[in-house]
């Protein structure tokens, strides 16, 4: 079996279950790094080279380290659905086992390394599994009703649990927070892209950065109740830098315009979106 090592990118509930999934097959892996720091958003496309000097294979989880020093031959597997190009990107909704990174990797792990995999009990994790894949690639779409195989409650109450597990809250405390957040999304301005109204929350605290109960939570509760948002938002906690985002049940002409029109005009840089999976961001300049 080739000497393989699992680059993982930032994390957050689908990561979490990836590397859950590693440990368990007894593979080995490691978190990309930007300096000092495990990546977030922004830097895992700019990750470190781990030293990979005894790796023959560097399974590549949305993340892309700089190869610029590889100095012997090695083969670099991509696991991703963020970018252009990547395994998943072009797929919709119906084929979101195929297009989320937790499905690929099961596949892969399925075909070039099922010894390992073996160690891993798929037939009791499949469904959640399968869950987890939709809530990550296209949760609006799941939300609807239209995954295959997706049940909507299974689907709410493991959108509270991830959020709970991923920031120390209580599932309770978690529900009250969607609760609220419905009802200050009702009450937000709107801004029109073309003829579609999205809800302004830029003015809405979302916690220091990274995936924080706030953020997680307004994200739901847009989901839930089919609406489209921008909000302000740090990749991490120690990034300066601030982004606006689109999110929520976004049709693909939104995005559109979200990166070509609307982003460009207020002056953010770094502008990303995934029309398929509905979603879209741009960086605000530092502030000096």
Known sequence: MKKTLFLLGAADPEMNRIRTIL?????????????????NPKTAYKADLPDVSQIQRLVCIECAPMLFHLNHPLEIVVIDHHREGDPGYDLGASRYWEAASVGQLVRFLQSEMPDAFAKFDFASAEEELRHIAAADHCLAVAYKGKCPGIDVEKLDRMVIKNIS?????????????????DRVLKDAEVVLMGDVPIFDMTSEYLGSGGYTAEYLSLRAAAMRSRRIYLCKWKDSPGEEQEKIMINGDVPPRVIEHFTKVWAPAQGLTDIYGVPKRGYAGGYLPYRT
Do not use: I, M, N, S
């Open 165 to 181: 597990q991923e920031t120390g809250f209580r599932p309770g405390y978690v529900k009250l927070l969607v609760w609220a957040y």
């Open 23 to 39: 440990e368990t097959c007894g593979l080995r892996f490691a978190y990309a790094r930007k300096g000092a720091d495990v990546v």
